[in-house]
């Protein structure tokens, strides 16, 4: 879909459909829409408003023909709610509903989107958020589908009467493309099969990114750097292990982070080998992985002034002869050791090499995204993810940008005495204390492996990953959370 912003009259414009935006209780319409209204004889206010008593209401739409009194074919009026309510994510979310409606009872290729009608104030913001619900709300993941269910637009123009607007439309749009982009891709990442993201395919995505550098540590690499707990889980795995780290260093940059994602590409659970039920969507383990991957690949675009490292130690978690076995006693990167309790506690004794690594770089601060603990999707569910760490400040600014881009985060508790769940008669720890508390245990786990000075933050994303159904402007299936919360911190922090 090629987005674009629109200067002129929409009333003279040939297309498929025009989108004009109604707030609930509107005594009279502006802009656009009332130089439409007037051109169609007032059937917007006289029948749709007057005689249907369109009432506006947030997300309810009304379909038009125009009959050829204007060149547009069909006028999509959407209610957009009370004027208080409507959020910039609540316009993201109208948004990619929208785009749904018109891909399945139009089929439009042509569509303009009218902003004028969302008033004048944060327009860079508004516009980037139709585009963010544009992108994200086309999404399908149907390319093995051989019948496709929904069309697709194909120009997509946001409408601004204002010249004086159009620069600060036109950045809104690129931001917006440029993020929405990279969740979808992330979000395709997670879909595809795992026979296919397969760590090698991860670390060749990684390795063709531009604007980052990237290395890649192959076994034996992994093995002479002392990740045998990374190392381990790999083991019951045809498929090699990869460690993945891209590099983007700007000329002066004011902060460096890193961030690492589980990348387990398919979780089997290994010997403790999981149900049915819970193995069926654990292609999904690498949804931080993905993430990471994705914001990336992204940085050139906007290059911030911030020195970031993205980071994933990938495998899978599989059963074979030679699979790492319960009561094995691992050695993590920083000498640590951990007792195997459980093989399908896996992405914590990963993350705990990737946490070593990472914090060996000399950041000023370590954020690790992670498909981690079943008790945490149990807690928040599929609307909110965990968050916890070694650093309040670090963890309330990404909460705070969470909230502003639409993912919810809330504080899980780091008191020490969730670590007595792990600890070992025979080693340093056990990497599991069965369910009770789970994310909180996770985190005392992957605190065990991250230096003091350095600031960290860890986000279970287990719950919100993956949707069994639709939410908000997402369709079932991956979702690339995330991303927005991670790559808008990056650009702040780079400020
Ligand atoms: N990948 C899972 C966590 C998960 C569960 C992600 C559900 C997405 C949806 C993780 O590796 C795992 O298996 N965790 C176990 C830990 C347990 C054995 C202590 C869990 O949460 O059940
Ligand atoms: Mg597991
Ligand atoms: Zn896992």
């Not at 209204?37 to 009432?55: C, G, L, Q």
């Not at 961030?259 to 383990?285: E, H, P, Q, V, Y």
Request: net charge negative; glycine share 8%.
């Amino acid at each position: 879909m090629n987005i674009e912003v629109f200067n002129g009259n929409l009333c003279s414009q040939a297309c498929d459909a025009i989108v004009l935006g109604l707030f609930k209780n509107a005594n009279i319409l502006y802009g656009n829409l009332a130089s439409i209204d007037k051109a169609t004889d007032n059937i917007i206010s006289k029948y749709v408003i007057e005689k249907d008593k369109f009432e506006a209401n947030y997300n309810e739409t009304y379909i038009l023909q125009t009959y050829d009194k204007i060149p547009a074919s069909k006028i999509v009026i959407v209610g957009l709610g009370e004027k208080d309510d409507l959020t910039l994510a609540k316009l993201r979310e109208l948004s990619a509903k929208t785009i749904k409606k018109i891909n399945k009872e139009l089929k439009s290729k042509t569509v303009y989107f009218d902003l004028s009608t969302f008033d004048s104030t944060h327009i860079d913001q508004k516009a980037q958020m139709i585009t963010e619900g544009a992108i994200i709300g086309e999404y399908a993941f149907d390319k093995y589908i051989s019948k496709k269910k929904f069309s697709k637009i194909e120009n997509f123009f946001i409408a601004e009467k204002d010249e004086d607007k159009v620069e600060t439309i036109k950045q809104g749009i690129e931001k917006g493309k440029v993020i929405a982009n990279a969740l979808n891709f992330t979000r395709d990442l997670a879909n595809e099969p795992a026979d296919l993201i397969t760590p090698e395919k991860l670390a060749e995505i990684a390795k063709k990114a531009e604007g980052v550098k990237t290395k890649i540590y192959e076994k034996d690499d992994i093995q002479d750097m002392g990740m045998e707990a990374f190392y381990a889980v790999s083991k019951g795995s045809a498929k090699y292990p990869k460690f993945i780290h891209m590099k983007y260093v700007p000329q002066k940059p004011k902060k460096k982070i890193a961030l690492i994602g589980k990348g387990i590409t398919f979780d089997a659970g290994g010997m403790d080998i999981k149900s049915a039920a819970n193995m069926l969507t654990m292609r999904d383990d690498m949804s931080g992985a993905a993430c990471v991957i994705s914001i990336m690949k992204a940085l050139k675009h906007f290059s911030p002034n911030v020195e970031v490292h993205g980071i994933v130690a990938a495998c899978e978690n599989m059963v074979n002869g030679n699979s790492y076995k319960p009561g094995d006693i691992l050695r993590a990167k920083n000498g640590k050791t951990i007792e195997v309790y459980n093989t399908d506690a896996e992405g914590r004794i990963t993350l705990a090499d990737a946490l070593c690594y990472a914090c060996e770089l000399g950041v000023d601060e370590v954020i690790d995204i992670a498909t981690l603990t079943g008790a945490c999707m149990v807690a928040f569910g599929t609307q909110c993810s965990g968050i916890l760490g070694n650093n309040d400040e670090l963890v309330d600014r990404l909460i705070k940008t969470g909230e502003e881009q639409g993912e919810h985060f809330w504080k899980l508790p780091m008191f020490e005495e969730y670590f007595d769940n792990i600890k070992s008669d025979v080693a340093d720890m056990k990497n599991t204390g069965g369910r009770s508390g789970g994310a909180s245990v996770a985190g005392l786990f992957l605190k065990e492996f991250v230096t003091d000075n350095v600031a960290w933050a860890h986000l279970d994303i287990a719950g919100t990953a993956f949707l069994d159904k639709p939410q908000h402007e997402f369709i079932k299936g991956a979702t690339g959370v995330g991303v927005r919360t991670l790559f808008n911190y990056i650009l702040e922090q780079g400020k």
